[in-house]
Nanobody, 126 residues
């Protein structure tokens, strides 16, 4: 059974930084794309960043490009989302997700993902 658990959220001031972790178990994460999504109160869930299998081609949504970095630590079976220069509009619950299929392509369509963590809250506020 594929399983992912997020952590690292918290309260941070605008301009601050956080690093989220997504720990995978039950599978070797480097062979799967891993997506980071977020959901703000009253809004639909949206894709933020995705790392392709083996981390070859990370992809970012325009609204986080240059501020967020997705990275893998294969030895720890963990995927990170480094978030810098955070803005109040980055507030939300952040999720990592993985599809059932090996070597699938990155996607920001949440219907492409089969396994989700419980999420970690990120609040950007002064």
């Amino acid at each position: 059974q594929l399983h992912v658990v997020e952590s690292g959220g918290g309260l941070v001031q605008p301009g601050g930084s956080l690093r989220l972790s997504c720990v995978a178990s039950g599978f070797t994460s480097q062979y799967y794309p891993i997506g980071w999504f977020r959901q703000a109160p009253g809004k639909e869930r949206e894709g933020v960043a995705c790392t392709s299998p083996k981390g070859i081609a990370p992809t970012y949504q325009e609204f986080v490009e240059g501020r967020f970095t997705i990275a893998r630590d294969n030895a720890k079976n963990t995927i990170y989302l480094e978030m810098n220069n955070l803005k109040p509009e980055d507030t939300g619950v952040y999720y990592c997700a993985v599809p059932r299929r090996l070597f699938a392509k990155c996607s920001f369509d949440d219907h492409e993902y089969d396994y989700w963590g419980q999420g970690t809250q990120v609040t950007v506020s002064s």
